[in-house]
């Protein structure tokens, strides 16, 4: 007599790793999925087709740690390739999909499976990026990560793109065109920002002869 009842229930929970470039999100992620594996529990990982930096189809880390998995060009390619057998669903890059991954991945969550998803929550501007926002909203668990500053050492949350001609958001590269910084050391801001901060420094309290910041 088996173990496990044919009506066994299984709780979906969503799960979010976040953090600049060079910060160990896709390895967080791969060590998740192994964990998974070895348990002998049904795993499928996606990743977006427009992601082919170290390899055409396997989710790679910077580190060279790589599982394999299916590029999909569409979030709504997620269910259409889903198993009946799945339990787990693991999503790199998430911040490259487009809209519809937030439905996409609370439906995977009320179906019972463990939804892992790994991404930029800034792009190179610290704006939030794509759908990130939803998905660290709706999460059950979120894990923010940070890399080093490649100009002080210090953690970094912020990911800087060498070279802003290009004002895409989405700008796939690498170390020849990225950097991990820190806040001190990232200073992007808009010119609005820029005319907000002078006009806060310049308002006094008067009563006690300091900044109101």
Same mark, same amino acid.
């Given at each position: ?5 044919? /009506? ?11 953090? $600049? ?7 967080? @992620? ?12 049904? %795993?499928?990982?996606?990743? $977006?087709?427009? =992601? ?5 189809? /396997? ?29 787990? #669903? ?6 490259? !999909?487009?809209?519809?991954? #937030?439905? %996409? ?23 939030? !990026?794509?759908?990130? $926002? ?5 999460? =059950?668990?979120?894990?923010? #990560?940070?890399?080093?500053?490649? %100009?002080?050492?210090? $953690? ?13 958001? #989405? ?5 020849? %065109? ?7 050391? !990232? ?9 907000? @901060? ?16």
């Amino acid at each position: 007599m088996g173990s496990h009842p044919s /009506n066994q229930f299984f709780s979906g929970n969503i799960e979010v790793v976040c953090g $600049p470039m060079f910060s160990g999100k896709t390895e967080e @992620l791969i060590r998740r999925v192994r964990r998974a594996q070895i348990a002998r529990q049904k %795993v499928q990982i996606f990743k $977006p087709a427009i =992601d082919d930096r170290y390899h055409e189809s /396997n989710v790679v880390s910077h580190s060279s740690l790589e599982v394999e998995a299916t590029p999909v060009k569409s979030s709504i390619d997620i269910l259409k390739k889903l198993y009946d057998t799945t339990r787990i #669903v693991a999503i790199d890059e998430v911040q490259f !999909f487009d809209e519809n991954i #937030v439905t %996409v991945v609370r439906k995977l969550a009320r179906r019972g499976i463990r939804v892992i998803c790994a991404g930029l929550d800034q792009d190179y501007r610290g704006a939030a !990026f794509g759908p990130m $926002p939803e998905l660290l909203c709706i999460a =059950d668990l979120v894990n923010k #990560v940070s890399a080093i500053c490649t %100009v002080c050492g210090s $953690p970094a949350t912020k990911t800087f793109r060498k070279n802003t001609n290009d004002e895409n958001q #989405v700008l796939v590269g690498e170390t020849d %065109v990225y950097e991990a910084r820190c806040r001190t050391h !990232f200073d992007h801001y808009s010119e609005v920002e820029e005319d907000l @901060l002078a006009y806060t420094v310049s308002i006094r309290n008067d009563d006690q002869g300091e900044l109101k910041l």
